[in-house]
């Protein structure tokens, strides 16, 4: 069986990274399915159910922005990292100084999302469904997460409160903010849009031809990317 949440999210900023692009970064033009279950599980996560994505609904127009970002070029060696825990004098920071590089971002500006999800239970013990809905609901009417959640990237940060929660368009909240704005694109092709990592493979991507319908997009289930 399955059982529904859903929940609004918005953010200053979002970057749902295309990985085709190799060196800059540019989003997505819609959050994908695995970002969306990542705010969820940051919210409730438990190892007796999965989330499962069914829809994301467009509020505002979709935007983007042209930023400038300070990133490494390459990962930290676990070795400089051992070195400078026993003798606290190794050239860590240098480190970071040296491969410091300011790169190009195509970012989303100003987002507001619905995500409509269920969970699915992994196996036969703590199957409350019950249980587990109070608890989501609860946390999310209070703000209450394990991290915050971010929108993409870590340091895009995501508000997120019920689906007719106040928000900085609608600071009353109710059905209307629900609703998109015009300008939401009523039916676009996206493309090949990630649809998330198949754990049970291998950590294998699957990708789905997302599309906007009526302001919404809905990802395929795992079973329909495989195939």
């Not at 918005?10 to 190799?22: D, I, N, S």
């Not at 209450?144 to 689906?163: I, V």
């Amino acid at each position: 069986m399955a059982f529904g949440v859903s929940l609004k999210v918005w953010g200053e900023y979002a970057c749902f990274t295309r990985p085709e692009m190799k060196v800059e970064r540019v989003s997505y033009d819609v959050m994908t399915p695995s970002a969306a279950r990542g705010i969820i599980e940051a919210i409730y996560w438990k190892p007796a159910i999965r989330w499962v994505v069914d829809a994301i609904t467009i509020l505002n127009p979709i935007r983007f922005e042209n930023i400038r970002r300070n990133e490494l070029a390459n990962k930290l060696p676990l070795s400089t990292v051992t070195k400078a825990m026993k003798d606290g004098v190794s050239p860590v920071e240098k480190f970071i100084e040296t491969d410091r590089q300011q790169r190009a971002s195509l970012v989303l500006r100003d987002v507001r999302y619905i995500i409509e999800a269920h969970f699915e239970f992994t196996g036969p013990d703590d199957n409350n469904d019950g249980k587990h809905l109070d608890i989501f609901n609860r946390r999310l009417a209070k703000g209450q997460c394990f991290h915050r959640p971010c929108l993409g990237c870590r340091e895009f940060a995501a508000h997120f409160g019920p689906a007719d929660c106040p928000d900085p368009v609608f600071p009353n909240g109710g059905p209307e903010s629900m609703r998109p704005l015009p300008g939401v694109p009523d039916d676009k092709d996206l493309g090949w849009m990630l649809l998330d990592l198949d754990y049970d493979n291998d950590m294998e991507a699957r990708f789905f031809p997302a599309k906007i319908d009526h302001g919404v997009v809905r990802p395929w289930k795992m079973e329909e990317a495989k195939a």
